[in-house]
């Protein structure tokens, strides 16, 4: 069984394939942490017990020998003698915010429970169990849930927690973590992904030292500067080897992830909304859920750590309606025409889309309002300018579709412009603080999602568009983040609710589209990977990994957002060269291959292709169709970084039964001589034999991965190569 309780030791054990996780109830009805690594048989860890007693305090007697400073917390809170950072802090209705909860229940059941109104990831009866611990703090008479599920064919873990208010006061959530580790060792690593526009989830890695280190947005967004993730590993762990822990947040609005190591030599990581500017009042008989925490253990390197998450969210956790499903080839317009088309231009390049293969049309910004010819105004005002679609988007979409194309459409449904239409009736809608002037980032607004009317509204126009035109594909935009963070409708006290209020409706607006169309797909973007995160993943299948199109600039950007999300969540499109971002002339074969590692498609103007060009993109189709399952359903080794080797990068899927491979090598910069240069593959069967594509010699499996394939070649700048195994039986 996945979860079992030995009542002699009061322990918990959590077993997934090859993971366990322990807690114990100790006296006191303390949740304390016991172990989180491999497997293992035992369920009485009592042993483990620690306690030093220089300079704490104990909530009970020192007789006891508790003292919570230098305990292994499951969940710890506010005021009580641990002086680490805290998971929770409750303050009631005296004003005092000392929080202390104590085990009173706990159930075990298979399955996995919903998050009301939150992402997060799902499991039928078969796929995982669930446990439910019960603590409460008496002086509040706040009811704790710690909900943890055990997947029986992942190595994760996912935490949450409900927060109940029995009594019949009032109290405020001031701080609620959705979980966390206390682990006895500072000897880690800690990996995150940094960024900004247009070079998002660069990893970094950095020792643990003593004190707090921590990552964090402050955006309403999870933002490009700091994805929700990050990884604490043993100093000698790499790709293939070694202990990795991998915590991420399935949550799109402001996060903070803190690591604490304290004066004895333990390491406290917590993950969950940021508390600052954040609080929740809760009333008698209401409950708040905290986001979802995924936990992944891996002893065999950063690698597997990352294939598990890839497993995890391709199979439980994107949107039900597409998984394991192909999504369309598609051209978008934008960086091929901007803001300067009209309906004849579009319907030109729908024809060349289908007669080179391509699946489908995204028509980008630009097409409402009533002068929407650059990003001055407009936003809100979501209805057809006829001035460019002059034959209406319904006749626009029946022409598109009657050449055999799908048909998509850019929305950025969380913006309004000070110009249009929509702030001239409602100029309460958008966030704002009565008195301050508002900062009109990228000349706009925000609207406040935590409105019904706002919501209702942005529903109703965008289900109109999608039905009366047909549109099969909504590109949901997201282009700046949130300042002047008020609300008209909200009280004083309520105000700092406004953070998590905002994502809640942000999540429910995009949950009643899938309802109503329930075929739909939604690719998530925000200034391109700026809101890359799991909970955007739970609705939105794929996601625009970067703004910037160029293939050498994207092999960084894709080899940094696979440590956490699959091929199948990353769109990746081959653009024009010169790159329109860094013109950098780059050859139209590695502009495919790169974006083959995505969902594929097009950013470029199709009527400018050469013939030499067109016949590419016939060819790059054929081969996407061919590779695609393999990409998107198949297992990433990540060969050669692109941050420790300058020169080349290379990157391998295995099929889940290990019958094939694809290799890809490209060349980001030539050296002035050839030299002896084999890439070992990983994750095939050794005792399988594979022929190649590239000479048709047969080689065992053995051989691929220890001696290696020769990439001895007269290669360029910008030159790659790809090359398909596949099994000899």
Known sequence: MPIIFDPNSRTFKLDTPHTSYVIEIIDGDYIIHRYFGAKIPDTDLTYMHFSRNIGSFFPNSPDTGIALGTQLMEYPTHGIGDFRASALMIRGVDGTATTDIRYISHRIYKGKPVLEGLPATYASENEAETLEIDAEDTHTGAVVTLVYTAFSCHDAITRSVRVKNASDKPFVLERIMSGGVDMPSSEYDLIHLWGHWAKERTPERTRLHH???????????????????????????????????????????????????????????????????????????????????????????????????????????????????????????????????????????????????????????????????????????????????????????????????????????????????????????????????????????????????????????????????????????????????????????????????????????????????????????????GRFDAGILYYAPQIWTSDDTDAIERIDIQYGTSYVYPASAMSAHLSASPNHQTWRDTSFETRGIVAMGGNFGYELDLNKLTEAERDAVRKQIADYNKYQKLVQEGDLYRLISPFKNRLHSAWEYVSPDKSEALLTFVVMRREIYSRYYFIKLRGLDPEKMYRSSEDGRVYSGALLMNGGVSMVRDFKDGDSIIVHFTEVK
């Not at 409950?287 to 750590?305: A, D, R």
């Not at 088309?341 to 289908?354: G, P, T």
């Not at 936003?379 to 979409?397: A, H, P, T, Y």
Request: proline content about 3%; overall charge negative.
């Open 211 to 529: 004190g707090k280190q921590s990552i964090e947005s402050l955006r309403m967004s999870s933002g490009h500067q700091h994805n929700p993730f990050v990884a604490l590993v043993s100093p000698d762990t790499n790709e293939d080897k070694g202990d990795a822990y991998g915590f991420n947040l399935v949550y799109s609005s402001s996060f903070v992830i803190e690591a604490e190591v304290d004066s004895f030599g333990a390491t406290r990581l917590i993950a969950g909304i940021n508390p600052t500017d954040f609080s929740w009042k809760l009333g008698a008989g209401e409950t708040f859920t905290s986001p979802e925490l995924v936990m992944v253990y891996s002893s065999e390197g950063i690698g597997e750590m990352s294939r598990t998450f890839h497993r995890l969210y391709t199979n439980n956790l994107c949107c039900r309606q597409w998984k394991g499903i192909k999504r369309p080839i598609l051209v978008n317009n934008w960086e091929g025409t901007y803001f300067d088309f009209d309906d004849e231009k579009l319907i030109s390049i729908a024809r060349d889309a289908a007669d080179l293969g391509i699946e489908m049309l995204v028509l980008d910004d630009g097409w409402f309002g009533t002068n929407r010819n650059n990003d001055d105004c407009d936003l809100g005002d979501w209805f057809v300018n006829e001035k460019k679609i002059r034959c209406g988007m319904k006749e626009l979409s029946r022409q598109i579709h009657e050449l055999g194309l799908k048909f998509g459409l850019w929305f950025e449904p969380e913006m309004i412009s000070p110009i249009s239409k929509l702030y001239d009736e409602h100029p309460d809608w958008c966030l704002h603080v009565d008195g301050r002037k508002c900062s009109p980032a990228r000349r706009q607004y925000v609207l406040d999602y935590s409105r019904a009317d706002v919501r209702d509204y942005i529903i109703d126009c965008m289900s109109s568009l999608i039905e009366e035109a047909d549109i099969e594909y909504v590109k949901w935009d997201f282009n700046r983040n949130m300042t002047e963070i008020g609300s008209a409708i909200l009280s004083p006290e309520q105000q700092k609710e406004l953070t998590h209020r905002y994502v809640l409706g942000l999540y429910e607006v995009m949950q009643r589209l899938l309802d109503k169309f329930p075929n739909l797909l939604i690719e998530g973007c925000s200034g391109g990977g």
